[in-house]
Structure formats: C-alpha cells, structure tokens
C-alpha cells in the first residue's frame, strides 16, 4: 500500500498565467493550487489535528505586543478568562480605530522549534512549504528567483474573528510576500466574512479575496490589507495556513 501524500502541487497551473496577473497587481489568487487528495488531508489535519490556541492584539502603540495563548494556557483554570479579557481589549482598541485582531492559531514554525508535538503532522507541512516545489511555484508567480524560506502558522477564523487593517511593514526582516494556503470549506458563504480585503489610501476595497478550499493567496509587502469580521451567525472552520516568503 503506497504512503499517503499530504502536500503536492497541482500540476495542471498555469505559472505563466500567474505571474502575469501578480506582475499587473502585485497580489493573486491561485485556485485548486494541490491536488484534491492532499488539499483534503491538509483541511482534516487542521479540522481535527491541530490544537488551537489563540492570537490577540488590542492597538500597535510603543510596548503593545501581541498575546499568543496555547490551548494548554487556555484550558487551564483562569485561562479562559485571560483569553476574553484580551479579546475584550482587542474589540474596544477596533472600536477606537486602533490595529487589533482576534482569531485561533497554532504557531507551527514556533511549534517545531520548540518540540510541541515531535513527529506530528505540522512538522511535514514546515517542511513541504519549505521545499523546492512550494518555494519554486512562488518564484515562478512572484519573478523572484531569489526566495529562500517560509515560516508558518495554521489560522482559524471563527465566529466574532477579525484582523484589523495594517501593512505587514517588516520588510527589513526579508519578509517579501505573504501567502495564505486555504483550506475553508466549499460552500463557504460571502454572508460569512473572512475575506482578505486589499485597500487603498482612502480605505475602499480595491480587491477581495473569498475564502476558498484549496486556494492560495500571494501578495507583495507591505500592502494595505485585511480579513474581516465573522459573523456570530457564521459556522466554524475558515481555516488556512499563513506566513511569509523570504530572501534572507
């Protein structure tokens, strides 16, 4: 019996294509970018494997950092409370105008660093983002040969769930481009929120991206963006792995 693969791209893509459309706007959404089968064995890992934790951020002034909570923290006696009482800071800091957000994580590349769960699933997705074929199709799409590495983070936007406007300005760092590997269920309904908006200098939407199964979304940084708000009334699971590509 052959092993089951867990990460492979589509091999149909049209790269060219592609990197038309990121050259014209700096940003692209590629659809069914695996195969189905893997593309559904990433969805059930982070359905059912993934041991979420929370990420919470009220403003962006001198000193304010952002909370990251491990399930464990949140599970324990007091936890939950801290979890709210961040999540409450984070809504009043929107409601200023101030950058906040609020959705469930679990930090893969922290994870593995610091031997989490040893041998699990998370540590194959590390690797496969960072192997040839993932970082080579970014390069072909984003004419940047000199790509070196991702870092990552599984996300879950769930009801009441939102990432505030900002720019993703740590260019300094080598951060080049953000990706989001989605992994949201089909019928995902736009009255569902969870969009990755790009704005302009007046604040207008210029482009939205629908959370989509199996698509990933490539843009330049800094750029203007956000994922806006869930709704009470929308269903769990808009979920994705995040990061950066770097060059250094």
Known sequence: MAAKKLFEINPDLDRKALAARFAERGRVQVRDVLTEETAREIQMILARATKWGMAVQAGD????EPQSFRQEEIQAPGGAEKVNAAAMAAHQAS????????????????????????????ELLLEYINAPEFLDLARDITATPT?????????????????????????????????????APDDWHPDWGGYLNFLD?????VEGFRPR????????????????YVPPFAPMGRTAIVGWLRDK
């Open 95 to 122: 409601a200023r105008g101030d950058y906040a957000f609020r959705f469930a994580q679990y930090p893969i590349l922290t994870a593995v660093q610091e031997g989490w769960e040893p041998g699990g699933p998370h």
């Open 61 to 64: 002034g001198p000193g304010i």
């Open 147 to 183: 790509l070196t590495k991702a870092d990552g983070q599984a996300s879950l936007y769930a009801p009441n769930h939102y990432l505030g406007r900002h720019i993703d300005s740590h260019v300094a760092e080598g951060w080049r481009y953000a990706y989001v590997l989605n992994f």
């Open 201 to 205: 200098e007046d604040g207008d939407i």
């Open 213 to 228: 199964f199996n698509a990933l979304n490539l843009f330049a940084v800094p750029t203007s963006h956000m994922v806006s």
